[in-house]
């Protein structure tokens, strides 16, 4: 469904004019030029039935899905995107994998962004420096990217490299900002626009910063219409990210919000208010193939990043701080946050029980 949807323009086959030709009567994707009558076709453009064939074949051989060995996966995956917090990359199998959407949910203010933007510097940055010298495309929908502090991150990572202003812009350049804050503009962009941009084959990380803005605000979800719309449209735009994802073997960062989910049974989440959830209900939990948690830990800049969902490894915890080079990892704490005393023994059970029922720690209501 996603590639019949693939603009004709995106077809090498088919020669530019052509594409313009078709796309003024009405043909501009590959659905719309193999659902039309080719007498039809030839009729308004002046095609031969032989040159309309070929068209037809590219098209077709284009959308078909293509089987995959193991081994030729395995082969165009194998580069992942370290994230520079060596404990979690070991664990991810070297870090976020190519043709992936990984989530990252919290509360507000606890590093989801600073998280998106360190990313992002990395794949910037040049290899010398440990980068990819690759663009990201980053779709800001909460008006919260800062160019001050993404270039605060790069001075900070890079140890004063960049010399000069210029060498500076050069590297800022490579950083695409959409932001698209309303759910039309947003689905426009992924529909329409990012793909053009993707095919480039310069694109080494694509961000959507927050997923779950554009949705809450628009669809009301206390009528089951609502809902089932929105689910509806979560859905689709999820097998989107997917498609973008594997099409152009690039990981997905894809950040989330946190929500209050009221029981009406007669346990002690309900005596205390509720539990506090990943954002997007559960039908947006089985499209992630990794999510990531950041909580508040204890005072100051600390936070808890946990792996609450992987194919590649089970359940961890890391504790980080937030710097200047963006997330840092705490070795010490991290190597007693899983058998200290008291509060983080107590915090890491309830972070790995929201692995199986998503709930998060009382601790969050008061952050939020």
């Given at each position: 469904?996603?590639?019949?949807?693939?603009?004709?323009t995106r077809?090498?086959?088919?020669?530019?004019?052509?594409?313009?030709?078709?796309k003024?009567?009405?043909?501009?994707?590959?659905?719309?030029?193999?659902?039309?009558?080719c007498?039809e076709?030839?009729?308004?453009?002046?095609l031969?039935?032989?040159?309309?064939?070929?068209?037809?074949?590219?098209?077709?051989?284009?959308?078909?899905?293509?089987p995959?060995?193991?081994?030729?996966?395995?082969?165009?995956?194998n580069?992942?995107?370290?994230?520079?917090?060596h404990k979690?990359d070991?664990?991810?199998?070297?870090?976020?994998?190519?043709g992936?959407?990984?989530?990252?949910?919290?509360p507000?203010?606890?590093?989801?962004?600073?998280?998106?933007?360190?990313?992002?510097?990395?794949?910037?940055?040049?290899?010398?420096?440990?980068?990819?010298?690759?663009?990201?495309?980053?779709?800001d929908?909460?008006?919260?990217?800062?160019?001050?502090?993404?270039l605060e991150?790069?001075n900070?990572?890079?140890?004063?490299?960049?010399?000069?202003?210029?060498d500076?812009?050069?590297?800022?350049?490579?950083?695409?900002?959409?932001q698209?804050?309303?759910?039309?503009a947003?689905?426009?962009?992924?529909?329409?626009?990012?793909?053009?941009?993707?095919?480039?084959?310069?694109?080494?990380?694509?961000?959507?910063?927050?997923?779950?803005?554009?949705?809450?605000?628009e669809?009301?979800t206390?009528?089951?219409?609502g809902?089932?719309?929105?689910?509806?449209?979560?859905?689709?735009?999820?097998?989107?990210?997917?498609?973008?994802?594997?099409?152009?073997?690039?990981?997905v960062?894809?950040?989330n919000?946190?929500?209050?989910h009221?029981?009406?049974?007669h346990?002690?989440s309900?005596?205390k208010?509720?539990?506090?959830?990943?954002?997007?209900?559960n039908?947006?939990?089985?499209?992630v193939?990794?999510?990531l948690?950041?909580?508040?830990?204890?005072?100051?800049?600390?936070?808890?990043?946990?792996?609450?969902?992987s194919?590649?490894?089970?359940?961890?915890?890391?504790?980080?701080t937030?710097?200047?080079k963006?997330l840092?990892l705490?070795w010490?704490?991290?190597?007693t946050v899983?058998?200290?005393?008291?509060?983080?023994?107590?915090?890491?059970?309830?972070?790995?029980?929201?692995?199986?029922t998503?709930?998060?720690?009382?601790?969050?209501?008061?952050?939020?």
């Amino acid at each position: 469904e996603l590639t019949m949807a693939r603009a004709l323009t995106r077809i090498k086959e088919i020669p530019s004019s052509t594409a313009s030709q078709l796309k003024a009567n009405g043909i501009a994707t590959c659905e719309d030029l193999i659902s039309r009558n080719c007498l039809e076709v030839m009729n308004f453009t002046g095609l031969s039935l032989t040159q309309l064939q070929s068209f037809v074949s590219a098209v077709c051989r284009t959308t078909a899905p293509k089987p995959q060995s193991v081994l030729s996966m395995y082969v165009e995956r194998n580069k992942p995107l370290a994230t520079s917090l060596h404990k979690l990359d070991s664990d991810l199998h070297g870090g976020l994998q190519p043709g992936s959407v990984t989530e990252v949910v919290g509360p507000a203010g606890c590093g989801k962004t600073q998280f998106c933007m360190m990313l992002s510097a990395i794949v910037a940055m040049p290899a010398e420096l440990g980068g990819r010298d690759m663009k990201v495309a980053y779709i800001d929908t909460e008006a919260t990217f800062s160019p001050e502090r993404f270039l605060e991150i790069v001075n900070s990572r890079s140890r004063n490299h960049f010399s000069s202003p210029n060498d500076l812009q050069h590297l800022a350049s490579k950083i695409e900002v959409f932001q698209d804050m309303t759910l039309e503009a947003f689905t426009r962009r992924l529909d329409q626009c990012l793909e053009e941009v993707l095919a480039e084959g310069e694109v080494g990380l694509l961000v959507v910063d927050s997923l779950a803005s554009p949705f809450r605000k628009e669809f009301e979800t206390h009528t089951g219409t609502g809902l089932a719309h929105r689910t509806t449209e979560l859905s689709r735009m999820a097998a989107v990210l997917k498609f973008l994802a594997e099409t152009y073997a690039i990981p997905v960062v894809v950040t989330n919000q946190i929500t209050t989910h009221v029981s009406r049974g007669h346990d002690d989440s309900t005596k205390k208010g509720g539990v506090v959830t990943a954002a997007l209900g559960n039908t947006w939990s089985h499209c992630v193939n990794t999510r990531l948690a950041l909580q508040y830990h204890g005072e100051g800049q600390k936070r808890l990043l946990t792996i609450a969902k992987s194919p590649l490894c089970a359940n961890e915890n890391y504790v980080v701080t937030v710097e200047e080079k963006g997330l840092m990892l705490d070795w010490v704490a991290t190597s007693t946050v899983h058998s200290g005393p008291g509060d983080l023994s107590e915090l890491h059970l309830q972070t790995r029980t929201m692995c199986k029922t998503e709930a998060w720690p009382e601790s969050y209501k008061n952050r939020t």
